[in-house]
Structures are given as C-alpha cells and as structure tokens.
C-alpha cells in the first residue's frame, strides 16, 4: 500500500524552501531584479503588477529558479521620484496584452492618457462611439480625413477659417440665413 505522506514528502521541497520574501533592492530590467539579500529573481508572468525597488514581494523557488510571485507590499514613494504614485502593469516576455471580456470599463478622477508611438485604432463594428467632454480639443499635424453617409452639426457659433483656401461643393447647395446674409470680399464673382 502506498504511504501518500512519504510520497508528499519526497515529491515537494518544505514550504519554507519554496515560499519566500524579500525586498527589491534594483530593477536589472528584462524582469530581472537584485534582491536585498544579493539573489536574483525573474517576475513571474502571472505578476502583472511590475515590482520596483523597495517593494516587498512574494518568492517562489522552483527548478526553474526564483521567481516574485506577488508585489505584497508597496515601498513608500519619495516626493521628488519620478514615478511617484505611479504603478506599471506588465506581463514579461508578452507583446501584446489583450483583455477579453463581455464588458470593459476605466474610470478616473484625475485624469486618463493614452500615448502610442504608432497607429491607434478605435473601432465599433456594429455599435455607436460616443465622446461627452466640456472642452473637445483636436490637434492633426498633416491631414484629418472625414468619411460619412451623414454629418449632421449643431452648434451656437461656428467659425471657420483657412489660411489658404476654402472650398465648399455639392451637388446642389443651400446657404440661408434667418436675418441677414453677408458676403464680404476685395471680389466677388458669381455664376
């Protein structure tokens, strides 16, 4: 008969050996850190939070070697520290992280920025893109191209202005005004 305490013994390592802790004394980058007691350990894909030096993290030795499991606790940011309040979600050796789920929300009171030095790409296959903001604000360097079946406005006041040239066409064109129509220009020509 097999004695599953003796298997259990001879299969795992005591827990002390495998289940640790220890502080982050440097990141090396590559997910490589220098802990305070001069080990190396990896972070483990599984740990999204990025530890940083200070931290108090959860290790787990294996064959493969130590791994930091868990950020368990947070070193206390210094006030002049550029990455003050700041924490980095990641997932060693990953590309591309993709969350997938029925539904997705971000909410902030401060602030949200989202910066890519590529191409970013917003899409709603069959659903409508809503933005609701007091101020909206549009910067393009080079060209902003507009592709609909309908583009409807309504605004209180409408300025538009270009500095070389304005062109307005359609196949028929209706320009009305409630009170009072101005064309103001050094020529104009009509017809």
Not at 50 to 74: C, E, K, N, Y
Request: proline share 3%; hydrophobic share 45%.
């Amino acid at each position: 008969m097999i004695n599953i305490a003796e298997v259990r013994a001879t299969a795992l390592p005591p827990a002390q050996e495998v289940w640790g802790e220890s502080q982050v004394s440097q990141a090396l980058g590559r997910a490589q850190y220098r802990l305070s007691d001069g080990r190396l350990a990896t972070q483990a894909a599984s740990t999204l939070l990025t530890p940083r030096t200070g931290d108090t993290v959860a290790l787990f030795h294996s064959a493969s070697g130590l791994f930091i499991t868990h950020v368990l606790l947070r070193a206390p940011d210094l006030p002049d520290a550029a990455n003050a309040g700041h924490a980095d979600l990641a997932v060693p050796g990953a590309q591309v992280l993709a969350i997938k789920q029925a539904g997705f929300e971000v909410s902030c009171t401060q602030k949200i920025a989202l910066r890519c030095m590529g191409d970013v790409e917003l899409t709603s296959v069959a659903g409508a893109v809503s933005v609701n903001a007091k101020h909206f604000l549009s910067t393009v360097s080079e060209t902003m191209v507009q592709t609909a079946q309908h583009l409807v406005t309504q605004v209180e006041h409408c300025m538009v202005q270009a500095s070389a040239m304005l062109r307005l066409h359609g196949r028929q064109a209706l320009l009305t005004a409630q009170d009072d129509l101005k064309i103001d220009a050094e020529r104009v020509s009509l017809g």
